[in-house]
Structures are given as structure tokens and as C-alpha cells.
Nanobody
Framework: QVQLVESGGGLVQAGGSLRLSCVAS????????MGWFHQAPGKEREFVAA????????FYADSVKGRFTISRDNTKNTVYLQMNSLKPEDTAVYYC?????????????????WGQGTQVTVSS
């Protein structure tokens, strides 16, 4: 069992930046693939970025490529999402997730544990 707590959301103007953090409780953080998803009002929860257990491999949704960077620090049980050049359409609740079975995955249904989410609002 792992518990995930996100932080770092907030209100930012278009073109600005935010860094989200997600801290995992418990041991064996390095054995979990990690991902970030977002969900806008009235929409499905969508994939944003994923990172492999070691941090070597990363994957991104097309909509955020070149603007967002996912990283992890296994010594701190933390995964990050650096978001630059933010757009109003990035406005959503952002969730981090952990998968205990896969080395890395972009599939929402594969993830076993979810945080409570942090709100990101980008004003135009």
C-alpha cells in the first residue's frame, strides 16, 4: 500500500510556470512506475506524463510535449511535474498515480494508487 500526496498547484497566468510535487509514503518507492494525469470539469481523467521506476524513461501526452517535464527523486520518495508555458486549457485537477506492476505505463487503468489531486488554474 502506498499513499500519495500532491502539492504545488495554484493560480497562474498564461505563459507562467508551476512545479507539482507528489510525495509517496512507505518504502519501495523505486519499484513503482509513476504518472501524472489531469481532469477538467465534465471531462475524463487524461494522461499527462509517466516515468519509469528508475527515472530513465519518460512519456508525455502530445499536448504537453516540450512544455512539461516529469522527474523523480527516489531518495525522497517524490515525483515532480515541471509545467512551463502554461495555457488556459491546462486548467484541471492534477493527480499523481503509482503502478506496482509495470516498469512504466501511460494507461490510466494500470495505476493502482492515486493521490487526492491538486488544482491548477491558468488564467488568460
Amino acid at each position: 500500500q502506498v499513499q500519495l500526496v500532491e502539492s504545488g498547484g495554484g493560480l497562474v497566468q498564461a505563459g507562467g510556470s508551476l512545479r507539482l510535487s507528489c510525495v509517496a509514503s512507505g518504502r519501495s518507492f523505486s519499484t513503482y512506475a509513476m504518472g501524472w494525469f489531469h481532469q477538467a470539469p465534465g471531462k475524463e481523467r487524461e494522461f499527462v506524463a509517466a516515468i519509469s521506476r528508475s527515472g530513465v524513461n519518460t512519456f508525455y501526452a502530445d499536448s504537453v510535449k516540450g512544455r512539461f517535464t516529469i522527474s523523480r527523486d527516489n531518495t525522497k520518495n517524490t515525483v515532480y511535474l515541471q509545467m512551463n508555458s502554461l495555457k488556459p486549457e491546462d486548467t484541471a485537477v492534477y493527480y499523481c498515480a503509482a503502478d506496482r506492476d509495470k516498469v512504466v505505463t501511460t494507461i490510466r487503468q494500470n495505476y493502482d494508487y492515486w493521490g487526492q489531486g491538486t488544482q491548477v488554474t491558468v488564467s488568460s
